[in-house]
């Protein structure tokens, strides 16, 4: 089976589904000749042409304005928002039409959109090319919202989001794009290549929307998370040698409630934790849903790992990001509470 970075599995998701459906359509600013900033894109203009594959404006309203126009009359875009960071120019087009359409047309019409975009920090990208915005939408009704975290995982999602009937905002960690990372940024990059969650299998396969991936198992504690802080978590579990269940959440919305619930009915302990800032985040709801259905299987409260709420600093980048000390901290309050 290859090995592919998740640049290269995000690529070849994109290729297969041009290959198999005329209808779908990749386009955002510089995803044509150029390949994406990231290069996720490249090379997908010459094999499938410029009407398939191709070049916009700097102007995201517009992106998902005209990619919503052409998915409700059959055509199915996936569209790039070249950093999660510029999304809100279009967060109009995205939250009042996209995810309205199949409700206000009484289901006359669907809106099979897929909108891309790099999230979360760890590259020295500063207070505009570093946030985690996915709150945003997971707080909007018709909307779906992946993160995956490894190579597989981005192309058998992002195949099901490009087969979805309803519009699916996609969010891809690019502090992973290359290799996983577990907060030390100290220590040398690893890469996907020689990594056993790396392989990626050849032609069409899909993951399902809504299914948390168990990244490991255990009995002590559960840490519910997703992106980037997948590999932080497992790198603080091994430091400090708990026995933790860390469960990769991947589908933000709708999330996987039955592994959540199985999860921590078993261990009877949970940390929450994301990159994005602390007030009004995704963690926030996670928890609330856990005290909901297992609150008589709790030994301790929850603890919440995040970022914190000021915009993310350049100088002070990994004093922001929920690193492996934070994560240990956490561990040990819920393990000693």
Same mark, same amino acid.
């Given at each position: %089976?290859?090995?592919?970075?998740?640049?290269?599995?995000?690529?070849? /998701?994109? @290729?297969?589904?041009?290959?198999? @459906?005329?209808? &779908?359509?990749?386009?955002?600013?510089?995803?044509?000749?150029?390949?994406?900033?990231?290069?996720?894109?490249?090379?997908?203009?010459?094999?499938?042409?410029?009407?398939?594959?191709?070049?916009?404006?700097?102007?995201?309203?517009?992106?998902?304005?005209?990619?919503?126009? %052409?998915? /409700?009359?059959?055509?199915?875009?996936?569209?790039?928002?070249?950093?999660?960071?510029?999304?809100?120019?279009?967060?109009?087009?995205?939250?009042?039409?996209?995810?309205?359409?199949?409700?206000?047309?009484?289901?006359?019409?669907?809106?099979?959109?897929?909108?891309?975009?790099?999230? $979360?920090?760890?590259?020295?990208?500063?207070?505009? !090319?570093?946030?985690?915005?996915?709150?945003?939408?997971?707080?909007?009704?018709?909307?779906?919202?992946?993160?995956?975290?490894?190579? =597989? @995982?981005?192309?058998?999602?992002?195949?099901? /989001?490009?087969?979805?009937?309803?519009?699916?905002?996609?969010?891809?960690?690019?502090?992973?794009?290359?290799?996983?990372?577990?907060?030390?940024?100290?220590?040398?990059?690893?890469?996907?290549?020689? =990594?056993?969650?790396?392989?990626?299998?050849?032609? !069409?396969?899909?993951?399902?929307?809504?299914?948390?991936?168990?990244?490991?198992?255990?009995?002590?504690?559960?840490?519910?998370?997703?992106?980037? %802080?997948? *590999?932080?978590?497992?790198?603080? &579990?091994?430091?400090?040698?708990?026995?933790?269940?860390?469960?990769?959440?991947?589908?933000?919305?709708?999330? @996987?409630?039955?592994?959540?619930?199985?999860?921590?009915?078993?261990?009877?302990?949970?940390?929450?934790? =994301?990159?994005?800032?602390?007030?009004?985040?995704?963690? $926030?709801?996670?928890?609330?849903? &856990?005290?909901?259905?297992? *609150?008589?299987?709790?030994?301790?409260?929850?603890?919440?790992?995040?970022?914190?709420?000021?915009?993310?600093?350049?100088?002070?980048?990994?004093?922001? *990001?929920?690193?492996?000390?934070?994560?240990?901290? /956490?561990?040990?309050?819920?393990?000693?509470?």
């Amino acid at each position: %089976m290859p090995q592919l970075t998740m640049i290269e599995a995000l690529r070849d /998701a994109m @290729d297969v589904m041009l290959a198999r @459906d005329p209808k &779908v359509v990749i386009f955002g600013e510089d995803v044509g000749y150029f390949g994406g900033v990231f290069r996720c894109t490249s090379g997908l203009q010459k094999k499938y042409g410029e009407e398939r594959v191709f070049d916009t404006p700097i102007n995201e309203s517009a992106i998902v304005g005209i990619g919503i126009g %052409m998915a /409700a009359q059959g055509m199915k875009p996936c569209v790039e928002i070249q950093f999660a960071d510029y999304v809100y120019p279009a967060y109009d087009q995205i939250t009042q039409e996209a995810a309205r359409i199949r409700h206000r047309s009484n289901e006359q019409f669907s809106c099979p959109i897929v909108i891309r975009m790099p999230t $979360g920090g760890g590259i020295f990208g500063g207070q505009t !090319h570093s946030q985690s915005p996915e709150a945003l939408f997971t707080h909007v009704a018709g909307l779906k919202v992946v993160q995956p975290c490894t190579p =597989h @995982d981005a192309k058998g999602l992002l195949i099901s /989001a490009m087969e979805d009937p309803d519009p699916v905002i996609f969010l891809e960690p690019k502090r992973l794009y290359n290799g996983p990372f577990n907060g030390d940024h100290k220590a040398p990059a690893q890469s996907w290549k020689n =990594h056993q969650l790396g392989e990626v299998p050849e032609g !069409h396969y899909s993951i399902p929307i809504g299914k948390a991936r168990v990244h490991r198992e255990g009995s002590a504690v559960t840490i519910l998370t997703y992106g980037t %802080m997948v *590999f932080v978590a497992e790198a603080a &579990v091994n430091t400090l040698g708990v026995d933790a269940e860390i469960i990769d959440l991947r589908s933000l919305l709708p999330l @996987d409630l039955e592994t959540i619930e199985e999860s921590v009915r078993k261990t009877g302990r949970c940390v929450v934790l =994301h990159e994005a800032t602390k007030t009004s985040g995704l963690a $926030g709801e996670i928890i609330a849903i &856990v005290q909901e259905a297992c *609150f008589y299987h709790l030994e301790a409260p929850v603890q919440r790992v995040t970022g914190w709420d000021a915009p993310y600093p350049h100088a002070l980048e990994w004093d922001y *990001f929920p690193g492996q000390e934070r994560v240990c901290r /956490a561990l040990q309050a819920v393990m000693e509470a």
